[in-house]
């Protein structure tokens, strides 16, 4: 998500801005999910740590939703976490695979 052709194209194409955690964060998460989810590691701190950057990154920014730009995520974090609209980016590339294919 921290990337600017993403970002270009939510904000052109559906009008989303989107909002990322700072550096240090966004480094920690990538360790929680390299060192644990990939290997199917799931710890309570990790798990609370994440939703600590979401809800200030939710109140910093006023945020709508969430959207858990990396498919690891919904490992650890699901919408009964979190007050805000999740987006899982698991389940919407399912979606549209499914949709591609059956367009196709």
Do not use: W
């Amino acid at each position: 998500m921290n990337e600017k052709f993403i970002k270009a194209y939510l904000k052109n194409n559906y009008s989303i801005e989107v909002k990322v955690p700072n550096d240090d964060q966004i480094e920690k998460l990538h360790r929680i999910v390299i060192d644990e989810l990939t290997q199917g590691k799931f710890y309570k701190k990790s798990k609370i740590y994440t939703l600590q950057v979401i809800k200030k990154l939710a109140k910093k920014e006023n945020l709508d939703g969430i959207i858990l730009g990396c498919t690891e995520f919904p490992l650890l974090i699901s919408q009964q976490d979190i007050e805000l609209r999740l987006y899982n980016s698991t389940k919407l590339h399912a979606k549209e695979i499914v949709n591609f294919i059956l367009d196709y």
